[in-house]
């Protein structure tokens, strides 16, 4: 079952312009971490921000987890053609420390040059 | 990152085949590893977690008789899509786990069931 919902479902912006997607769960986490996956490729781990902290930044990312509502956002700033993607927030879902994955629906980023 | 590879990277067969699709992970040992299927313009969909040594943990709705599930080694697992059919076409990704908040992602192998 699909744990996250993500907003918008696409995303067509300028180069340059920030791009914000956000992630939405139901159950309790231990953490939650953002994914990019280009066409037809595997995924590309982008960041990991833990249950116990609000905000995180990797270079032009920032990532924001509010708990008390089950959100997460993740901003790109300055973005590139480059950052054309589809991103994917995933919550270990309280997996009992599996390392199991529940992955959002995602949101596909056009960046236009 | 460490690298997790996936063989084939393609392959179509016809209906009834079974095909089975390698996962490894080149330079690290994974005692966990897991595999996703994602349709077109879809999410992934964890199917099973397999783990070394053991027997494979299924996802509910998949098919462990039809999703056949090895990990014979720290390496390498390996998913058997017995009989497959046109509705089993799917990118098929696994991943390593090199702990609990760690994974690394194969490149998919794309089925296409004529």
């Known amino acids: 079952s699909q744990q996250g919902e993500e907003d918008p479902q696409a995303l067509s912006i300028q180069e340059g312009e920030n791009a914000t997607m956000n992630c939405s769960y139901k159950t309790s986490i231990n953490n939650l971490q953002w994914y990019r996956q280009n066409s037809g490729r595997g995924l590309v781990h982008l960041i990991l921000?833990?249950?116990?902290?609000r905000e995180k930044h990797s270079g032009r990312l920032r990532v924001t987890l509010d708990t008390s509502k089950k959100s997460s956002s993740l901003l790109i700033t300055a973005s590139r053609a480059a950052d054309t993607a589809s991103y994917f927030c995933a919550t270990d879902a309280g997996s009992g420390n599996t390392g199991k994955l529940i992955f959002g629906q995602g949101t596909t980023l056009q960046v236009k040059p | 990152g460490a690298v997790v590879s996936q063989h084939p990277s393609w392959v179509i067969c016809k209906s009834g085949t079974s095909v089975k699709i390698e996962c490894r992970s080149l330079?690290?040992?994974?005692?966990?590893m897991f595999w996703y299927r994602q349709f077109p313009k879809q999410s992934l969909m964890l199917m099973a977690t397999s783990n070394e040594g053991s027997k494979a943990t299924y996802e509910q709705g998949v098919e462990k008789d039809k999703f056949l599930i090895n990990h014979a080694s720290l390496t390498l697992s390996t998913l058997t899509v017995t009989s497959a059919h046109p509705e089993d076409s799917s990118f098929y990704i696994c991943?390593?786990?090199?702990?609990?908040?760690?994974?690394?992602f194969g490149p998919g192998t794309r089925l296409l069931v004529l």
């Open positions: 330079d690290f040992q994974a005692t966990t």
């Open positions: 921000i833990r249950s116990n902290e």
């Open positions: 991943s390593a786990g090199l702990d609990v908040e760690t994974q690394y």
